[in-house]
């Protein structure tokens, strides 16, 4: 089956914790993008990778890292000095930018 | 810079209802426009693109329009059923390094 998979579906962290969130997809896209969905607001795009070894920031990419060292993988780290990490984050890829981006099933991070 | 409005915010109505979300957008000068689902606690699943050459897209009981010059578009479901749902996001792409800008959605409810 081709798709996008993120790990874990839940995660449970320490505040002062960094935490890295999984990405993979089997689709051959080129690009993929990690988004940050909070209660009563849209989705809001932390980093975009057009290629491997390519990454760029998007609107809120203070406190989180990205790696593309494989084209079918794009982690999102988030580190100790996010403020507000606990969100529901999703992972999406296209063949390339501007075209229909195809999302993962999330992962819910939860920083107490 | 792009912004995206999503009326009503939420909606209830008796199955079998035919029904019309709307979304309008600031800037006209858009790639695409994408319509999606959620699920409770689930990712995004695309429902419809439309490329901002085209004026409407549809997919079963589903039709989605785009007027680019008024900034806004529609997404028309016919005969509604109570797995219909969700929450309905609509997203535009602007090109390049942006990725997809959301609203904040309609939650829908299909009342058996």
């Known amino acids: 089956d081709g798709g996008i998979t993120q790990s874990p579906k839940y995660l449970f962290r320490k505040e002062g914790q960094n935490v890295t969130l999984s990405c993979e997809q089997n689709?051959?896209?080129?690009?993929m993008y990690w988004y940050r969905q909070d209660p009563g607001q849209g989705l809001r795009l932390i980093y975009y990778?057009?290629?491997?070894?390519?990454?760029q920031k998007g609107d809120i990419a203070e406190g989180y890292s990205v790696s593309r060292e494989k084209k079918e993988s794009f982690p999102l780290t988030v580190t100790s000095a996010q403020k507000n990490p606990t969100a529901f984050y999703l992972c999406?890829?296209?063949?390339?930018?501007?075209?229909?981006?195809?999302f993962g099933p999330g992962t819910r991070l939860t920083v107490t | 810079k792009q912004e995206v409005t999503q009326i009503p915010a939420a909606l209830s109505v008796p199955e079998g209802e035919n029904l019309v979300l709307n979304c309008s957008f600031t800037?006209?000068?858009?790639?695409?426009l994408q319509w999606f689902r959620q699920d409770p606690g689930k990712g995004l699943t695309s429902l419809l693109l439309?490329?901002?050459?085209?004026r409407e897209q549809t997919s079963g009981r589903l039709n989605a329009s785009l007027d680019k010059s008024s900034g806004r578009s529609t997404l028309y479901i016919a005969a509604s059923q109570p797995g219909d749902s969700a929450t309905y996001l609509c997203?535009?792409?602007?090109?390049?390094?942006?990725?997809?800008?959301f609203g904040k959605g309609t939650h829908l409810i299909i009342q058996p």
């Open positions: 439309i490329q901002s050459s085209q």
């Open positions: 999406a890829s296209s063949i390339d930018l501007s075209r229909e981006q195809y």
């Open positions: 990778s057009q290629i491997v070894n390519d990454f």
């Open positions: 689709l051959n896209h080129d690009a």
């Open positions: 800037d006209s000068a858009i790639y695409n």
């Open positions: 997203a535009v792409d602007v090109g390049g390094a942006d990725g997809l800008t």
